[in-house]
């Protein structure tokens, strides 16, 4: 969800780009100002030219100026515009150390930083390889141990270098030591194409000796920047920087560190809570010295980081599909290193299984992955040189058991059943507080309780989509009640010249109005988020009509597809709801209508099906308010605009409409603009996670600005790129990005079916949120997008996504092992098999022959009495003598059945 604080200040982030002036005005800014200078701008600077980058660093301080290309000098990897407002004390840049220290033997932890309190550093000689150092105790606050820093060239690289040393009597061990990486991810008073032509993001494999930071434009071309560890420098946990002063807000998510060793942090401030890496910690005997360094290289572009990875000899991982584990479902684990695997280990033990494979042509060590306990698990994989290189998974529930069980949860705890509800929200699946085992019917912010926006239209939403995958007769007959009495009614008017507009929340605050003792003494209801009813009322904020469309388009999927379980209406009804909440968005909502929609997406699949039931004129007219839109993001070098100054939830749409009306150029901007916020990295947490850094605030229990780990980002963009995969079913980057986002929706679902909106990746926190949030926008992702894929690397060999596959000589065979069980691509024959009713239990295919045979079933034939099977035309497959309805599908009778596909012709 992405409300704004207050309107205003969102529209002048939209707009306003940036200028000095504007941070003349800032009242943050001119407090600022009246604070000593301490970084010596004013003393100059030197430059200093590498093979692909440009150096500059401050001749008082000797941190980064500046970073640029060697070959494009408008863009800079730091905050330059920044430079001079950022100049006080407490601001890190890059060049910056953080530690804390303790005597041997002793309790406590001394911290120290280089931004607290800044001194003139002592100038060193430099020689050789050195472009600068300098002896920078002085800047850590009576340190007893004496700190050296030095900028390098190594083989034409930036290193950056720490040199510690104890010249004292005592022992001292180092339990904190933080490298802060300050590049300019800061957005504030950004237009779009300022934002893309001066901004980063970057993402963190905190995986030990093989980690590294992947650092990219927002636009998604041009080469990668990454720090990787060159001496002592493994990245143990990644920290953020809370103690700079530059404010963090929708526009900027703050900075972190790179940390090497963490034992002190963990000791303190995360003290209780389970981190990605074994806090360690390292001691300086009186007279020893030691280094720590990371170096920074540059990848030719964004898909080809692992590629330089191998070319810089780090240990490089690739899990197919991913980090995320289904029980019934191993996945492969493929290891490039210049040197052998001594030795792996589980943590916890015995929470996953490892098996050795064949090496592959190419010397990539091979592995079988199989998850055996629910949650975290660590694979720790020690080299032959001693290399550490760390792997998190995450394992879960079978995927068909996740949606099980969270369809479950919704229309039981998540069900609220209260007939005097002075709101109408009964019947309902509402917002649910996991930590206290209760429904959220009051908060300050209305939303949350209101049933609309994304925290609050999330659940339900949630709960219909899964009726998509997993028809059940219960919760159906329970959403039903909902559609019909709170939905389409309440949240949606159906009366008068608003027929199909919705409204922002069913919930508000006013007191006079109400009976004493409707609201609950103990929230806070004096902020701009206590909407009164006039504002919850408002039918002009278009991100609320994707989800009540959704629901109808499913209601019409249930009535069209399946005997007897929606018989209240027909499926004509549902779809022309479908589609009048589709127009009403526009014509209602138009403001933020010229922006893509989370979940827009839909408005497609409502199109389609407008057009399969020779429904022209709707088509027609659905078809023409979209091409409008599509037309106006022509227009725009990066049409992602949204109510936020930034978003990744408007590509979604923007990507689907491009497409579908030719505009290859801009799908083509919006895939690549995804692909820079959207890693692969050996990590479930931040593989396919979709940036999103503000919606605890908006969605959360615990409210801050923090970097959410597959909040509904993550499978909604899934959509796009999946999509451009099939397309280009060569690109194995773009399966694992996309499969891991898709699988994003599943990662956070608790063992008992409960799905927060995302979860915390602060150290110290590392768990789920505690509120259902916005959740189920991204579960609309997994319910459209989720497929089993299966592709022949040329590497790797034959590998299922979402499957289990076994190969016998020029035959393989998949269990389609998703929820639905009803979406399969074979890339081999760029093969898109889908169900609209029934299931694909498994795949056969002879790679001589290209004969295919599928096993079908339906669980219920009295509601499923044949699977409606669609095959992609382009793949030139058939089923011979199969009878096809008036939608082009094949309809194959019987609870299971075997079906052959054959190449037209033969």
Known sequence: MRKAIKVPLVLLLLQAPFSGSVYAQNPFWEQVKKQPATLGIEKGSNSFQLSKLKLQILTASQTVASLKLKD????????????????????????????????????????????????????????????????????????????????????????????????????????????????????????????????????????????????????????????????????????????????????????HEWTIHSKAYAETDWKGVQQWNDPTSTTLKPGESKSFAVRFVLAPSIKQIEEE????????????????????????????????????????????????????????????????????????????????????????????????????????????????????????????????????????????????????????????????????????????????????????????????AVVKSLFYYEPDSLPKGTYSDAINYKTWAAWPKKEADNIGRSYNYPHVAAAHWVLYRLARNYQQLVPEETWQTYLDRAFQTTVAMVEKAPHYAQFGQMEGSVFLLILMDLKKEGLNESAQKLEALMKERALHWKTLNYPFGSEMPWDSTGQEEVYVWSKYFGFDEKAQVTLNAILAYMPTVPHWGYNGSARRYWDFVYGGKLARIERQIHHYGSALNAIPVLTDYRE?????????????????????????????????????????????????????????????????????????????????????????????????FLAEEKLWLTTDAGKIASLSYDTKSKEIELQLSVDNPAFTPATLLNLSATSGYAIKDAQKDQQGRYVIPGQTATVKLVKVGK
């Open 72 to 255: 494009d000098a408008q863009f800079d990897y730091t905050p330059d515009e920044l430079l001079d407002k950022r100049d006080r004390n407490k601001f890190f840049h890059l060049g910056d150390i953080n530690l804390s220290i303790r005597t041997a033997g002793s309790s406590a932890w001394t911290a120290y930083s280089s931004a607290k309190e800044r001194q003139a550093v002592s100038p060193l000689k430099a020689s050789g390889k050195t472009l600068a150092a300098a002896d920078i105790s002085a800047s850590l606050g009576g340190i007893p141990l004496q700190i050296t820093r030095s900028w390098e060239n190594k083989d034409g690289d930036l290193v950056l270098r720490f040199q510690i040393k104890n010249g004292t009597k005592e022992t001292y061990e180092i339990g904190a030591l933080g490298i802060p990486m300050i590049f300019n991810n800061n957005m504030d008073w950004k237009n779009l194409d300022s934002a893309h032509a001066d901004n980063v993001f970057f993402d963190p494999y905190i995986g030990k000796d093989a980690g590294y930071l992947q650092v990219n434009r927002l636009h998604g071309r041009g080469p990668s920047l990454l720090v990787i560890p060159q001496e002592n420098a493994a990245f143990e946990a990644y920290s953020p920087l809370n103690s700079d002063p530059t404010p963090r807000s929708i526009t900027f998510e703050g900075f």
């Open 309 to 500: 990875l191998v070319r810089q000899n780090r240990p490089v991982a690739v899990g197919a599909p991913g980090y995320l584990l289904p029980m019934d479902n191993p996945a492969k684990l493929f290891l490039k290193y210049g040197k052998k695997v001594k030795n792996i280990a589980v943590f916890p033990s015995g929470s996953l299984s490892v098996e050795a494979q064949p090496q592959t042509a190419g010397k990539w060590a091979s592995y079988t992955v199989k998850g055996n306990t629910w949650g975290r698990s660590r694979l720790q994989i020690t080299y032959a040189d001693g290399l550490v290189q760390t792997i998190q998974y995450k394992v879960i529930k079978p995927e068909e058991e996740v949606v099980k069980d969270l369809g479950h949860f919704l229309t039981t705890a998540q069900w609220y059943e209260n007939p005097n509800d002075p709101f109408g929200r009964s019947p309902s699946v509402i917002t649910y507080d996991y930590e206290t085992k209760t429904p959220v019917t009051q908060h300050q912010n209305a939303w949350f309780a209101g049933l609309s926006d994304e925290a609050g239209a999330a659940s339900w939403l949630a709960a219909i989509m899964k009726q998509l995958l997993q028809p059940n007769v219960e919760e159906i007959n329970k959403l039903k009640r909902f559609a019909n009495e709170t939905m389409f009614g309440r949240i949606q008017h159906k009366e008068g010249k608003n027929k199909y």
């Open 728 to 824: 280009h079913p060569d690109d194995f980057y773009l399966l694992r990005v996309g499969h891991a986002g898709m699988m994003g929706a599943l990662a956070n679902v608790t063992e008992d079916g409960f799905a927060p909106g995302a979860f915390h990746s602060y150290p110290s926190t590392l768990a789920n949120d505690g509120i259902s949030g916005d959740y189920g926008t991204g579960f609309y992702g997994y319910a459209v997008n989720s497929g089993t894929y299966i592709i022949r690397h040329p590497e790797f060999g034959w590998l299922a996504f979402s499957g289990s596959l076994n190969q016998e000589k020029d035959k393989i065979k998949v269990d389609v092992k998703t929820a639905s069980k009803g979406r399969v």
